[in-house]
């Protein structure tokens, strides 16, 4: 493990789990706008071929930005890489909030910012989104992804989607207290278990903005282990859903998705979550 110089009390720590994504990740941090004093970086290396160095990421962020490099002796898997920042986490006392981002996602300039404000002025709140647009970088086509911003209409849209796009998301530190880890029981869906676990126990919102853009991954995780993640979903829903009805059905939708080819699920995200845009915000 890599660390350099902390700072007492910081707003968040910017969790990214990293594998073999160098320029992913320099263009992610490249979109962090905050007060480089009142958060840190706290990055997983998961086994990379080389191994990140702080002196690779330097050149790219703001003078005085505090990172910790931790790094694993292999590749164990995104959940294996976030426990592992989540871990080392709970051995510290110098930080409110907890953030997202995964290496080649973008943010919108004011992202934190809103997010922090949000979260100070909603103390009953545990967990903050917002809604994104996933972009084809190569072809520069995006959509948009809208959800429910209300914990109501968030916990009963939880049975059939997952609400919260993982790197949009803000926690605070007290979550802690509510689940330590994402559920290693749910493969290629963890995040969908650890957020609803937490609107179980605890409060959250959505901010009705495209805070961040996801990049649209061929290879990424959610595609190549569909079915599997699927399977998760199915599990997670039936381990915190209690309301049996809405149960059953958002059963039947992620068995349905299951059988239907994913360039049809694509081509309904697409038009159920709005016509085409353009990012308002890039590099």
Known sequence: ??????????DFYLLIPYYNNLRGLI????????????????????GSFERLQFSDLEPYLPGGTAATIITLAENGGITK??????????????FRFVARLDCGDLCAPDRFTRQVEFLDHHPGTD????????????????????????????????????????PTVM???SVGQMTATYPEKFPFAEDYGFFYEIISKGHAAVLPENLVICEINPKGLSMRYRKEQLKSRIKVVKAFGTNKVLSIIGVMKLWLLGVIPYIWVYRIKRWAYGVRFRPSFEL
Not at 1 to 10: F, V
């Open 1 to 10: 493990m890599k660390e350099s110089r902390t700072e007492p009390i910081l």
């Open 27 to 46: 263009r992610s941090l490249q979109s962090v706008r905050y007060d480089a004093a009142r958060y840190a970086l706290l990055i997983i290396d998961d």
């Open 81 to 94: 890489a976030l426990n592992s920042g989540l871990k080392w986490l709970e051995q510290r006392t110098d």
């Open 127 to 166: 967990l903050v989104g917002s809604w994104c647009l996933f972009s084809d970088f190569s072809s520069e086509s995006s959509f948009q992804y809208k959800t429910p911003t209300e914990h109501k209409k968030i916990a009963r849209g939880m049975y059939f989607r997952n609400i919260f796009i993982h």
């Open 171 to 173: 926690w605070r530190a």
